[in-house]
């Protein structure tokens, strides 16, 4: 079961997957840690992508620059960035939404705080023959890259 405030995001997706981890961080610091994580084989992964982006003439080729994210700099406001997410919603007690847009596609990350942990959801919403063929090729990478962010979000903070 998800959050209600997640409903105008899960609309007409066309990609959704939740995955769930046990933590006793607070959420702040749970998505200070997902979104904060950037070891250097994602950085390479963005590089990568950055030439498939220029490639297909995508809007957001850039790599995106992201780094330590510490908790009280976490945002829950629309509008706010982080790292190279836009918040669409949020409550600093139970749920975040942040979103990424493109040409091609609308990619949405949700965290929920559950009883003993929390919900990192992967919403995409394509907006072209571009978008699902696009995700295909980065699809096998998204799992290692969930995994890394989920366990990052569940390490005590330092």
């Keep these: 079961m998800t959050a209600p405030e997640l409903a105008p995001v899960l609309d007409g997706a066309d990609y959704v997957e939740f995955k769930e981890i046990e933590s006793e961080n607070s959420l702040r610091e749970f998505v200070a840690g997902v979104f904060g994580w950037s070891p250097a084989w994602v950085k390479v992964l963005f590089g990568a992508r950055y030439v498939l982006a220029k490639a297909l003439r995508l809007e957001t080729a850039a790599v995106p620059r992201t780094g330590r994210l510490r908790p009280e700099d976490v945002g829950f406001e629309p509008g706010d960035r982080v790292a190279f997410f836009t918040v669409k919603s949020g409550d600093p007690e139970r749920y975040l939404v942040a979103g990424?847009?493109?040409?091609?596609?609308?990619?949405?990350?949700?965290?929920?705080?559950?009883?003993?942990?929390?919900?990192?959801?992967?919403?995409?919403?394509?907006?072209?023959?571009?978008?699902?063929?696009?995700?295909?090729?980065?699809k096998p990478f998204h799992h290692l890259v969930i995994r890394g962010m989920l366990k990052a979000g569940a390490a005590r903070p330092a």
Excluded: C, K, M, Q
């Design 100 to 138: 990424a847009d493109d040409s091609h596609l609308t990619g949405y990350l949700t965290v929920e705080a559950l009883p003993r942990g929390f919900r990192l959801g992967t919403v995409v919403h394509f907006h072209n023959r571009v978008g699902p063929a696009y995700f295909a090729l980065i």
